[in-house]
């Protein structure tokens, strides 16, 4: 069973950083787009980062503040989200693209993704 769960989300003051992991289990997250997602309250979900074997891409809002990385060995994408500012409240959710042969096109888009996590809620304070 291809499962996603995400972690490490909390509160901290404009500035602050936090560590979001996310855990894949049921298959190698390795050889899949992996991208993480935020939707705040009365907003639509925006694509944040993506990691792929080939690279990374990040939403315009977030360069240079946030870094997507993997951990192959555990399985596990994390997001170093340094710099926060208030408009980054949201509840963060990471998704693949789950199909035969893998995925290598990662488009910050939520309608291509089909496996989700559950989220994990971000809150920075001013």
């Known amino acids: 069973q291809v499962q996603l769960v995400e972690s490490g989300g909390g509160s901290v003051q404009t500035g602050g950083s936090l560590r979001l992991s996310c855990a894949a289990s049921g298959y190698t997250a390795s050889n899949y787009c992996m991208t993480w997602f935020r939707q705040a309250p009365g907003n639509e979900r925006e694509g944040v980062a993506a990691?792929?074997?080939?690279?990374?891409d990040y939403a315009d809002s977030v360069k240079g503040r946030f870094t997507v990385s993997r951990d192959n060995a555990k399985n596990t994408v994390y997001l170093q989200m340094n710099s926060l500012k208030p408009e980054d409240t949201a509840m963060y959710y990471c998704a693949t693209i789950y199909r035969a042969g893998g995925s290598w096109f990662c488009p910050l888009v939520q309608s291509r993704y089909n496996v989700w996590g559950q989220g994990t809620q971000v809150t920075v304070s001013s």
């Open positions: 990691i792929w074997r080939g690279g990374t």
